[in-house]
T-cell receptor, first 115, second 114 residues
Framework: GENVEQHPSTLSVQEGDSAVIKCTYS??????FPWYKQELGKRPQLIIY?????GEKKDQRIAVTLNKTAKHFSLHITETQPEDSAVYFC??????????????FGAGTTVTVRA | NAGVTQTPKFRILKIGQSMTLQCTQD?????MYWYRQDPGMGLKLIYY???????DKGEVPNGYNVSRSTTEDFPLRLELAAPSQTSVYFC?????????????FGPGTRLTVT
Protein backbone atom coordinates (compact mmCIF):
# COMPACT_ATOMS: atom_id res chain seq x y z
CA GLY A 1 0.00 0.00 0.00
CA GLU A 2 0.84 3.69 -0.15
CA ASN A 3 3.40 5.07 2.31
CA VAL A 4 2.59 8.62 3.40
CA GLU A 5 5.10 10.51 5.52
CA GLN A 6 4.16 13.80 7.17
CA HIS A 7 6.38 16.54 8.64
CA PRO A 8 6.68 18.17 11.05
CA SER A 9 4.92 16.27 13.81
CA THR A 10 4.36 19.48 15.79
CA LEU A 11 4.25 23.10 14.68
CA SER A 12 3.89 26.21 16.83
CA VAL A 13 3.22 29.54 15.09
CA GLN A 14 2.42 33.06 16.17
CA GLU A 15 -1.10 34.21 15.38
CA GLY A 16 -1.08 35.88 11.99
CA ASP A 17 1.92 33.94 10.71
CA SER A 18 1.80 31.16 8.12
CA ALA A 19 1.99 27.40 8.72
CA VAL A 20 3.23 24.81 6.23
CA ILE A 21 2.90 21.04 6.52
CA LYS A 22 4.53 18.71 4.02
CA CYS A 23 3.70 15.13 3.04
CA THR A 24 5.49 12.72 0.75
CA TYR A 25 3.98 9.68 -0.93
CA SER A 26 5.45 6.65 -2.60
CA UNK A 27 3.07 5.57 -5.38
CA UNK A 28 3.28 7.74 -8.49
CA UNK A 29 -0.18 6.48 -9.54
CA UNK A 30 -1.89 8.29 -6.62
CA UNK A 31 -4.40 10.70 -8.09
CA UNK A 32 -5.89 12.71 -5.21
CA PHE A 33 -4.61 14.04 -1.91
CA PRO A 34 -7.02 15.13 0.83
CA TRP A 35 -6.27 16.98 4.05
CA TYR A 36 -8.22 16.44 7.24
CA LYS A 37 -8.44 18.60 10.35
CA GLN A 38 -9.13 17.17 13.80
CA GLU A 39 -9.85 19.56 16.64
CA LEU A 40 -9.19 18.37 20.16
CA GLY A 41 -11.66 15.65 21.15
CA LYS A 42 -13.48 15.86 17.81
CA ARG A 43 -13.70 13.74 14.69
CA PRO A 44 -11.48 14.30 11.62
CA GLN A 45 -13.08 16.42 8.89
CA LEU A 46 -12.05 17.03 5.30
CA ILE A 47 -10.89 20.60 4.75
CA ILE A 48 -9.43 20.52 1.25
CA TYR A 49 -8.16 18.10 -1.37
CA UNK A 50 -6.22 18.31 -4.61
CA UNK A 51 -6.30 16.09 -7.66
CA UNK A 52 -3.14 15.07 -9.46
CA UNK A 53 -3.99 17.07 -12.59
CA UNK A 54 -3.57 20.45 -10.83
CA GLY A 55 -0.59 21.97 -9.07
CA GLU A 56 -2.36 24.21 -6.56
CA LYS A 57 -5.77 24.69 -5.01
CA LYS A 58 -6.90 27.47 -2.67
CA ASP A 59 -9.84 27.93 -0.33
CA GLN A 60 -9.74 31.21 1.57
CA ARG A 61 -6.75 31.00 3.95
CA ILE A 62 -5.75 27.44 3.11
CA ALA A 63 -4.02 26.13 0.02
CA VAL A 64 -2.59 22.83 -1.18
CA THR A 65 0.34 22.50 -3.55
CA LEU A 66 1.37 19.34 -5.35
CA ASN A 67 4.73 18.39 -6.87
CA LYS A 68 4.18 15.13 -8.75
CA THR A 69 7.78 14.84 -9.85
CA ALA A 70 9.07 14.93 -6.29
CA LYS A 71 5.96 13.10 -4.99
CA HIS A 72 5.12 15.57 -2.28
CA PHE A 73 2.22 17.85 -1.42
CA SER A 74 1.88 20.58 1.17
CA LEU A 75 -0.80 22.37 3.16
CA HIS A 76 -0.37 26.12 3.59
CA ILE A 77 -2.36 28.09 6.16
CA THR A 78 -1.98 31.86 5.96
CA GLU A 79 -2.87 34.49 8.59
CA THR A 80 -3.27 31.80 11.24
CA GLN A 81 -5.96 32.22 13.88
CA PRO A 82 -6.54 30.45 17.21
CA GLU A 83 -9.24 28.27 15.62
CA ASP A 84 -6.59 26.81 13.31
CA SER A 85 -5.09 24.99 16.31
CA ALA A 86 -5.73 21.29 15.62
CA VAL A 87 -4.15 18.10 14.32
CA TYR A 88 -3.89 17.99 10.53
CA PHE A 89 -3.65 14.73 8.57
CA CYS A 90 -2.66 14.32 4.95
CA UNK A 91 -3.78 11.26 2.99
CA UNK A 92 -3.41 9.51 -0.33
CA UNK A 93 -5.09 6.50 -1.98
CA UNK A 94 -3.75 3.34 -0.37
CA UNK A 95 -3.71 1.38 -3.62
CA UNK A 96 -4.48 3.79 -6.47
CA UNK A 97 -4.55 1.10 -9.14
CA UNK A 98 -7.25 -0.90 -7.37
CA UNK A 99 -10.89 -0.01 -6.84
CA UNK A 100 -11.13 -0.47 -3.10
CA UNK A 101 -11.18 3.24 -2.20
CA UNK A 102 -9.00 3.16 0.89
CA UNK A 103 -6.97 6.08 2.20
CA UNK A 104 -3.52 5.90 3.74
CA PHE A 105 -3.06 8.66 6.32
CA GLY A 106 0.04 10.47 7.49
CA ALA A 107 0.88 10.43 11.20
CA GLY A 108 -0.50 13.94 11.75
CA THR A 109 0.82 17.40 12.60
CA THR A 110 -0.25 19.14 15.79
CA VAL A 111 -0.52 22.86 15.02
CA THR A 112 -0.63 25.33 17.89
CA VAL A 113 -1.37 28.98 17.18
CA ARG A 114 0.04 31.25 19.90
CA ALA A 115 -1.91 34.43 20.68
CA ASN B 1 -29.35 13.53 8.64
CA ALA B 2 -27.50 12.30 11.70
CA GLY B 3 -24.50 11.36 9.53
CA VAL B 4 -22.26 8.69 11.06
CA THR B 5 -23.10 7.68 14.61
CA GLN B 6 -21.14 5.43 16.96
CA THR B 7 -21.93 3.82 20.28
CA PRO B 8 -20.72 3.70 22.95
CA LYS B 9 -18.68 6.90 23.41
CA PHE B 10 -16.52 5.38 26.13
CA ARG B 11 -15.91 1.87 27.39
CA ILE B 12 -13.59 0.15 29.82
CA LEU B 13 -12.98 -3.55 29.25
CA LYS B 14 -11.10 -6.10 31.25
CA ILE B 15 -8.50 -8.25 29.50
CA GLY B 16 -10.18 -11.17 27.77
CA GLN B 17 -13.64 -9.58 27.54
CA SER B 18 -15.40 -9.05 24.23
CA MET B 19 -17.54 -6.23 22.90
CA THR B 20 -19.11 -4.80 19.77
CA LEU B 21 -18.66 -1.20 18.66
CA GLN B 22 -21.69 -0.02 16.74
CA CYS B 23 -21.58 2.22 13.67
CA THR B 24 -24.53 3.47 11.63
CA GLN B 25 -24.74 5.94 8.76
CA ASP B 26 -27.90 7.41 7.25
CA UNK B 27 -26.35 8.90 4.10
CA UNK B 28 -26.77 5.81 1.90
CA UNK B 29 -23.01 5.52 1.56
CA UNK B 30 -21.61 2.36 0.02
CA UNK B 31 -18.17 2.44 1.59
CA MET B 32 -17.55 2.14 5.30
CA TYR B 33 -14.33 1.96 7.32
CA TRP B 34 -13.06 1.30 10.80
CA TYR B 35 -9.92 3.06 12.04
CA ARG B 36 -8.03 3.13 15.26
CA GLN B 37 -6.17 6.23 16.38
CA ASP B 38 -3.24 5.96 18.75
CA PRO B 39 -1.32 9.08 19.91
CA GLY B 40 1.18 10.23 17.28
CA MET B 41 0.32 7.34 14.97
CA GLY B 42 -2.36 8.76 12.73
CA LEU B 43 -5.33 6.70 11.60
CA LYS B 44 -4.78 3.01 10.95
CA LEU B 45 -7.37 1.10 8.91
CA ILE B 46 -8.71 -2.01 10.64
CA TYR B 47 -11.43 -3.22 8.23
CA TYR B 48 -13.45 -1.76 5.42
CA UNK B 49 -16.50 -2.58 3.33
CA UNK B 50 -17.44 -1.57 -0.22
CA UNK B 51 -21.06 -2.65 0.16
CA UNK B 52 -23.48 -4.84 2.06
CA UNK B 53 -22.11 -8.36 2.37
CA UNK B 54 -18.55 -7.37 1.37
CA UNK B 55 -15.78 -6.76 3.89
CA ASP B 56 -12.00 -6.84 3.74
CA LYS B 57 -9.02 -6.45 6.02
CA GLY B 58 -7.11 -3.24 6.39
CA GLU B 59 -3.66 -2.62 7.80
CA VAL B 60 -4.27 -3.79 11.41
CA PRO B 61 -7.09 -6.41 11.45
CA ASN B 62 -5.76 -8.83 14.08
CA GLY B 63 -8.06 -9.18 17.07
CA TYR B 64 -11.08 -7.69 15.28
CA ASN B 65 -13.97 -8.83 13.15
CA VAL B 66 -16.67 -7.03 11.18
CA SER B 67 -19.90 -7.71 9.35
CA ARG B 68 -21.99 -5.68 6.91
CA SER B 69 -25.48 -7.08 6.61
CA THR B 70 -27.07 -3.74 5.65
CA THR B 71 -25.89 -0.57 3.91
CA GLU B 72 -26.38 1.42 7.12
CA ASP B 73 -24.61 -0.67 9.76
CA PHE B 74 -21.00 -1.74 10.13
CA PRO B 75 -20.30 -3.15 13.62
CA LEU B 76 -16.76 -3.92 14.83
CA ARG B 77 -16.29 -6.89 17.12
CA LEU B 78 -13.40 -7.20 19.57
CA GLU B 79 -12.78 -10.72 20.80
CA LEU B 80 -10.55 -11.40 23.82
CA ALA B 81 -9.61 -7.77 24.47
CA ALA B 82 -5.94 -6.99 25.07
CA PRO B 83 -4.25 -3.84 26.45
CA SER B 84 -2.83 -3.21 22.95
CA GLN B 85 -6.39 -2.54 21.79
CA THR B 86 -6.66 0.52 24.03
CA SER B 87 -7.31 3.26 21.48
CA VAL B 88 -9.85 5.63 20.00
CA TYR B 89 -11.93 3.94 17.31
CA PHE B 90 -13.48 5.87 14.44
CA CYS B 91 -16.01 4.64 11.94
CA UNK B 92 -16.21 6.46 8.61
CA UNK B 93 -18.13 6.30 5.36
CA UNK B 94 -17.89 7.65 1.84
CA UNK B 95 -20.43 7.82 -0.93
CA UNK B 96 -18.77 6.63 -4.09
CA UNK B 97 -15.54 5.86 -5.86
CA UNK B 98 -15.43 9.36 -7.32
CA UNK B 99 -15.70 10.93 -3.87
CA UNK B 100 -13.61 8.44 -1.92
CA UNK B 101 -11.24 11.24 -0.89
CA UNK B 102 -14.05 12.53 1.35
CA UNK B 103 -14.76 10.30 4.28
CA UNK B 104 -17.31 11.24 6.92
CA PHE B 105 -16.26 10.23 10.40
CA GLY B 106 -18.29 9.31 13.43
CA PRO B 107 -17.61 10.88 16.84
CA GLY B 108 -15.37 8.02 17.96
CA THR B 109 -15.33 5.45 20.76
CA ARG B 110 -12.63 5.69 23.42
CA LEU B 111 -11.79 2.18 24.59
CA THR B 112 -9.56 1.28 27.51
CA VAL B 113 -8.54 -2.32 28.18
CA THR B 114 -7.13 -3.00 31.65
Amino acid sequence: GENVEQHPSTLSVQEGDSAVIKCTYSDSASNYFPWYKQELGKRPQLIIYIRSNVGEKKDQRIAVTLNKTAKHFSLHITETQPEDSAVYFCAAPDDPLSNDYKLSFGAGTTVTVRA
Amino acid sequence: NAGVTQTPKFRILKIGQSMTLQCTQDMNHNYMYWYRQDPGMGLKLIYYSVGAGITDKGEVPNGYNVSRSTTEDFPLRLELAAPSQTSVYFCASSYSAASSYEQYFGPGTRLTVT
